[in-house]
């Protein structure tokens, strides 16, 4: 049995960062609801690459749901979803600011229930009618400032960041909400933003310029904060060291015989930061003798974190990955795992292959409106 079991989900998001909340909750053991207009979910057709129909990008955020087709710009649709509201302990939505107040549906139609809205920039504030997409709130709260390449054009990250660690926070918010429902019997209301988690998410470039009234600047594969943390090129490819702490620079030193080094002013991270330029043309200078597969061998032996740059075919073949089950199999499909673990009971586990468009709208009916 899962952690969420008899918990009932109404997903009426699209996208990313719900339909990746809703995902996760339905790995937990949530019965979740896709209701998707009769054209369906936007992401179905973000292809090439398709898997039996639908996009892989659909697919990556929508696992273990069932599928509804409703016309919510019906009469009947209206019904049915005010129905679906009443008979749901977890709403999800992320309509512009105001959809869901048009669609007839009023607060009181949440007692005792779970509604997280995402939305852009929340539900209040100068820019809350604002649509919101992963790249325009990566320019807006600045990630791309401090991504990507001295003076090199403006980067973004390789995947929707926000949307991601949106959703993350979401399936947070939601469970703890439940938590305190069943103290309370309380229900209440989740505004979440991409804004605010982008601007939450920012950590130690935040209070790095909290701190000295500096905007962080770009530093490519570099660490605002430790030297040397880094990529380094060895005789025949890049690949990472991660120093962390005193013991492990003076390790490096030993291990790359970095002699020149090993002075009194380099034995804490401050003075290593204000050497980072002799740091890094010394270090870079010496890896360039050896291939990276012998200093991340000499490195780890010592101690010091280094390791392979690799792709994503390499990430998910490595023997970690496959030791740590990364992949799920839903029957002759395949999706990535979720990464709680838990030890005992109450795993996460895969359930439903992503619906098709409305696979599942008569079952649902039926089951969840059984009564009407």
């Keep these: 049995m899962g952690a969420l079991d008899g ?12 339909p990746w909340a809703t ?30 129909g639908d996009a892989a990008y659909y697919h990556a955020c929508n696992r273990g749901k069932r599928s509804m087709i409703v016309d919510l710009k019906s009469e009947e649709g209206m019904t049915i979803l005010h129905k679906l509201i009443q008979v749901s302990d977890v709403i999800v939505e992320n309509f512009k600011t105001g959809t869901l107040e048009r669609f007839g549906v009023v607060p009181e139609m949440f007692q005792g229930k779970i509604l997280c809205r995402i939305t852009g920039y929340g539900q209040t504030g100068p820019r809350a009618s604002e649509p919101g997409y992963d790249l325009a709130l990566q320019a807006m709260t600045g990630i791309m400032s401090v991504t990507g390449p001295v003076d090199g054009e403006p980067v973004k990250v390789g995947v929707a960041w926000i949307d991601v660690l949106t959703g993350m926070m979401a399936g947070n918010g939601i469970l703890a909400a439940l938590f305190h429902r069943e103290r309370t019997g309380e229900g209440q209301t989740i505004d979440l933003s991409l804004y605010d988690v982008a601007l939450m998410a920012m ?70 930061m204000a050497a980072r330029a002799e740091i890094i043309n010394t270090l870079s200078t010496i890896f360039k003798t050896h291939s990276a597969a012998h200093w991340i061998s000499e490195l780890n032996r010592v101690g010091v974190p280094c390791v392979p740059i690799q792709s ?14 990364a992949l799920w199999h839903l029957g002759d499909q395949v999706s990535v795992a979720n990464a709680l673990r838990f030890m005992s009971k109450t795993p996460a586990v895969p359930g439903l292959p992503p619906p098709k468009l409305g696979e599942h709208t008569q079952q649902i009916l039926s089951d969840w409106l059984v009564d009407e």
């Design 7 to 18: 918990i009932k989900v109404l997903d009426l998001s699209r996208v990313l960062a719900g």
């Design 312 to 325: 994503i075919s390499q990430a998910f073949t490595d023997h970690q990955a496959e030791s740590r089950n």
């Design 23 to 52: 995902q996760l909750l339905a790995d937990l053991g949530a019965d979740v609801v896709k209701v998707e207009s009769p054209k369906g979910d936007g992401t179905r057709g973000w292809g090439p690459p398709y898997i039996d």
């Design 203 to 272: 950590v130690n470039q935040a209070q790095n310029w909290i701190a000295s009234g500096a905007d962080p600047q770009p530093m490519g594969h570099a660490h605002p904060n430790i030297v040397p943390y880094q990529a380094f090129l060895a005789s025949d490819e890049w690949f990472i060291l991660a120093c962390g702490s005193d013991l492990q620079f003076a390790n490096v030193c030993k291990a790359t015989g970095a002699t020149t080094l090993q002075r009194d002013a380099l034995t804490d991270n401050s003075g290593r």
